[in-house]
C-alpha cells in the first residue's frame, strides 16, 4: 500500500495502527515508509476518530521481529489503545523532509496527468500499487483521454517511466495505447 493523501489538508497517511500488543497499551504499527522505522521519527500524528481529528504523540517505539510496535501517550491500556486499532496515522505533508532536485514523493504522483511517446493522454493516476515485482501506476480515463481504458502502467524509471514533471503535472511514458495491462 502506498501513502494516501487528504487533499482538504494535505495530511499524508505514514501508517495504519493494528491490534493492541501487551497489557501496557501499545500497538502494532505497520508502516508506509521506506524503511518501516522511518515513521518514528516523527513524533505527533494526527488520526480521525468520530468525524474529528485528533493528535496523537508517540512516546515509545521499538522493533519487534520484522514490524514495529509503538506505545501512544495517554492510551495505557489495551483496551483503551484498542480504540485506536486500524486507525490511520497521518502528518501534515509541511513536515516531510524536502527533497531535493528531481525527487519526488509517491502522494505527488496522485492526480498527474500520463501522456505517452505520441503525445497520447492516457488519464491521470489515481493509485499506485506495490507488487513484488515492481510499483504500477493506476491510471483512470479523463474527458479529453485518448479512451476511457484503465491503464495499469509498470512503474520502471527509464525503461517505461521517461519523465516525471510535478510542475506541468504530467508523467511521460513509453507505453504504446494498445497494450494490453
Not at 501506476?137 to 520502471?156: C, F, G, H, M, N
Request: charged content about 25%; overall charge negative; hydrophobic content about 40%.
Amino acid at each position: 500500500m502506498v501513502t494516501g493523501t487528504d487533499k482538504r489538508t494535505q495530511r499524508i497517511e505514514l501508517g495504519r495502527l493494528g491490534k493492541a500488543h501487551g497489557i501496557k497499551g501499545w500497538l502494532r504499527l505497520n508502516s508506509f515508509t521506506n524503511p518501516p522505522d522511518n515513521i518514528c521519527s516523527y513524533t505527533t500524528f494526527a488520526t480521525e476518530i468520530a468525524g474529528e481529528w485528533v493528535a496523537l504523540e508517540l512516546d515509545q517505539f521499538r522493533m519487534q521481529g520484522s514490524g514495529l510496535v509503538v506505545h501512544i501517550k495517554g492510551y495505557d491500556a489495551p483496551e483503551t489503545a484498542s480504540l485506536l486499532t486500524g486507525k490511520g496515522v497521518w502528518v501534515d505533508s509541511k513536515e516531510l523532509p524536502v527533497l531535493i532536485g528531481d525527487e519526488y514523493y509517491w502522494h505527488q504522483l496522485h492526480g498527474l496527468k500520463v501522456m505517452n511517446q505520441h503525445g497520447d493522454l492516457f488519464g491521470e493516476v489515481v493509485e499506485l500499487l506495490e507488487t513484488g515485482a515492481n510499483d504500477v501506476l493506476v491510471v483512470q480515463a479523463t474527458a479529453d483521454s485518448i479512451d476511457k481504458r484503465e491503464r495499469l502502467i509498470p512503474y520502471l524509471t527509464g525503461k517505461v517511466v521517461q519523465q516525471v514533471s510535478l510542475i506541468e503535472g504530467v508523467i511521460r511514458v513509453n507505453w504504446e495505447a494498445d497494450y494490453l495491462e
